[in-house]
């Protein structure tokens, strides 16, 4: 046959111009291409060659070779699958036979540089991402028949391509890459194994390269000249093409597991948790998850890398692929192989993809329902991996509106009834109330140490009620979105008023005509605060703050502040309750009944309002007078 010039279409040219300049971010990506599309070639003709045996001719040792000529400057990607005739070379990669081609240019012209996504998969065209490093490219190609009718195509890729018929004893493609003079690089045989390792490591056909075999150092004088004129060579196969997560789990043992997540998440200790399954139906995807034991040094800090690895029918896609998880659950590693996503998908196609999307629930699910099986069958081990992720799982609270009832239950508590160290769920917390308890009561602060001394939970532990002690910052966000547990409201003991029973009510009522004219000079001189009042909180100390319900808790404001932020959520004025039956509040009342003027009186209620202010975890605003009043009382103290 004679030499065939055809031109590429317009459709062609525009894409070609976009592929070698714009669409690729990352140029090594043509090897695992072309991996691909080899590796494709074997599967069809592996499938072929059930009903038609002949179709194989003896050869059915599947391989894709790669042969790195430096003498001739060439890169070249051979299998040995179903091959190519002439009508499907010039279908295959001499036109764009797709209905919607034309729009999707134009929108990737419009678009800038930088945000163009990596699409051809989408069309078939990743064969066109070798023009990012080749000067010209061809390929030879037959399939199963006669050796007369192989075909080849060259092409520099300017906008033309040459055909002809060739002789090729094997059945299969050859792609030739003649490299630019500035890519030479792709020669060296480090390079090619390291591309190869990254994103085609899991190909499960062998992808293999001849090596040089170093001389052994033994080899005396003679052998070792003999070595130097003709170096041993072997084929040596550069992918693993083990894919753990896609064999049966009953033929993986343990250690495999271990071994992997070791792999993939370059942490030490072994997973505290493996999930492993398989998806059909509708969307069809394999995953290999881990839950890890030991939180990394940087979980917390912006460098810190999240998201599952992405393949693409054992094709490596992406690493840290946010999209496939939420960020409620950022520590977890692992891979997830689909098969009903475009091989070049972008970041952006993912955000937007139902398929995506339908995975990232399948995979929340799942997750979930494995630590609710720790938590469960495997206790400690759960305490130990909360203690680790837990401030993070609990994001999911006000994150995740579906999920937000299971992630409550899987949330671990410590409690006033309960010895530092130990915790309680919702559910224990919840099936341990007393009957006449109505409310789920927590507080929050810095650290257990801190709460458990706090004047808030006087009252409580004096009914015989429990208290929730929530040291995470995430608990403010993650109570107040979740609002109840069964039915039963949660109320932050440092907020709005305290349930009191008939009796209690009855005697506040009457004290309120002892203390009355003392509540309101006190809310007249303490300027900080909106209201002064009684308490039912109180048994031992004098004095306490209160937000109201609806306010920012004193912990929250403080934590705001320390983080450049109390702009966005401002300072709530305080109640400052008082406890009618304290000594000091008494004392004062007598002093302010006895004469009002005395500066005393001042002084003293200025002190109930300081003591208050320290005990909710804040700082006095004016240290200096705090100092002079403690002083001014020790010199009254120990002159009478």
Known sequence: MTVETHEFKAEM??????????????EEIFLRELISNASDAIDKIRFES?????????????????????????????????????????????????????????????????????????????????????????????????????????????????????EKKERGTDVILHLNEDKKEYLDEWRIQAIVKKFSDFIEHPVTMDVEIPPMP????????????????????????????????????????NEFYKHLSKDMHDPAEVIHFSAEGTVEFKALLYLPQERPFNLFEPEHKNGLSLYIK?????????????????????????????????????QQNRVVETIRKNLVTKILAAMKRMLEKDYDNYVKFYKNFGQILKEGIYIDWNQRDTIANLALYQSVEKPAGEYLTLKQYYESMPSK?????????????????SPYLEALRDRGFDVLLMTDPVDEWAIGSLRE?????????????????????????EKKKTYGSLLDYLTQTIEPVSEVRLSHRLKESASCLVARDEANSAYMENLMRRLGREEEIGVSPRILEINPDHPAVKILNDLFDNNAEDPKVADFAWLLYDQAVLAEGSKVQDPQAFARRINDLIVRTGLS
């Open 218 to 257: 033994s080899q005396d004088e003679e052998e070792r000249k003999e070595t130097e004129k003709e170096p041993k060579i072997e084929e040596k196969t550069l992918n693993s093409g083990q894919a753990i997560w896609l064999r049966n789990k009953a033929d993986i043992k343990p250690e495999e597991y």
């Open 13 to 26: 040219k525009r894409m070609m111009d976009l592929i070698v300049h714009s669409l690729y971010s990352n």
């Open 314 to 350: 054992r094709v490596f896609v992406m690493d840290n692929c946010e999209e496939l998880l939420p960020p409620y659950l950022r520590f977890v590693h692992g891979v997830v192989d689909a098969s009903d996503l475009p091989l070049n998908v972008s970041r952006e196609i993912l």
């Open 437 to 453: 308890q109505e409310e789920i009561y927590y507080l929050i602060g810095e650290n257990r140490a801190v709460l458990e001394k």
């Open 485 to 509: 547990y069964e039915g039963k409201p949660f109320k932050a003991i440092d907020k709005g008023e305290l349930k009191a029973d008939e009796e209690e009510k009855a005697k506040q009522e």
């Open 50 to 166: 059930i009903t038609h045996p002949e179709l194989l001719e003896s050869n059915g040792d599947w391989k894709i070779k790669l042969i790195a000529d430096k003498e001739a400057g060439t890169l070249t990607v051979r299998d040995n699958g179903i091959g190519m005739d002439k009508e499907s070379v010039m279908e295959n990669i001499g036109t764009v036979a797709r209905s919607g081609t034309s729009a999707f240019l134009e929108k990737l012209q419009e678009a800038e540089a930088a945000n163009l996504p990596e699409l051809i998969g989408q069309f078939g065209l990743g064969f066109y991402s070798s023009f990012i490093v080749a000067e010209k490219v061809v390929v030879e190609s037959r399939m199963a028949g006669d050796p007369q009718k192989g075909i080849r195509w060259t092409s520099d890729g300017e906008g033309s391509y040459t055909l002809e018929e060739i």
